[in-house]
């Protein structure tokens, strides 16, 4: 059974930081290709960042510069550094697996989020 499972998520004042992690079972996690995929309130799925098994990172340009992603393979764990954080950063969090690098936006399996809270 595939299970991703997010924390590190809370409430931080902006300018401040953060950092997510997402711990992995059930697949081969050093092939995969894990994404940070976030849910602001009323609104649809925004993508984040990409890494693929090979160390390969893609970023969604308004995230570029303040959030970094990282894994490591030892622990089947994918990590969301977040700087800078802004009220609009407020959303719920989610790890997923892509179906590739070439495919981000195609999910395979998510987790059930983790929320980040920065306030006005």
């Known amino acids: 059974e595939v299970q991703l499972v997010e924390s590190g998520g809370g409430l931080v004042q902006p300018g401040g930081s953060l950092k997510l992690s997402c711990v992995a079972t059930?697949?081969?996690?050093?092939?995969?290709?894990l994404t940070w995929v976030r849910r602001a309130p009323g609104k649809g799925p925004e993508w984040i960042a990409s890494?693929?098994?090979?160390?390969?990172?893609v970023y969604g340009d308004s995230m570029k510069g303040r959030f970094t992603i990282s894994r490591d393979n030892a622990k089947n764990t994918v990590y969301l550094q977040m700087n800078s954080l802004k009220p609009d950063d407020t959303a719920v969090y989610y790890c997923?697996?892509?179906?590739?690098?070439?495919?981000?936006?195609?999910?395979?399996?998510w987790g059930q989020g983790t929320q980040v809270a920065v306030p006005a």
């Open positions: 997923a697996v892509s179906k590739s690098i070439a495919a981000v936006d195609d999910y395979d399996y």
């Open positions: 059930g697949f081969t996690f050093s092939s995969a290709t």
């Open positions: 890494i693929s098994g090979d160390g390969i990172y």
